[in-house]
């Protein structure tokens, strides 16, 4: 993925019903931001995921305990910024760590 920010990432798509009459309506992200994105997470991607969130709630930096170079640990950050924080939250963090909220 060449964009961190998952705002700009474009189309997404959201469902009002889950059976065969389904259709997929184009949304703005914001509309679901709040949604877990569906990936089977192993245990341990499980516990980096926790830690990586109360590292961010204690306002210390993640990258001070996982190498974000690393792109197991970076996807993992990545969902946590992009699924569990407002708009305007996830761009202060991905300006932090990467300097630009956009790439």
């Given at each position: 993925m060449t964009n961190n920010n998952w705002l700009n990432l474009k189309p997404w798509f959201k469902q009002n019903r889950f059976d065969d009459k389904a259709d997929d309506v184009e949304c703005q992200y914001e509309e679901v931001r709040h949604l877990?994105?569906?990936t089977l997470n192993h245990l341990d991607s499980i516990k980096s995921k926790i830690t990586m969130m109360k590292i961010?709630?204690?306002k210390d930096r993640v990258d001070k305990y996982y190498d974000l170079n690393n792109s197991?640990?970076?996807n993992i950050f990545l969902q946590i910024v992009n699924t569990y924080y407002p708009k305007i939250r996830a761009e202060k963090l991905l300006i932090q760590y990467?300097?630009?909220?956009?790439n």
């Open positions: 877990e994105i569906m961010i709630q204690d197991g640990y970076k990467f300097g630009s909220a956009s």
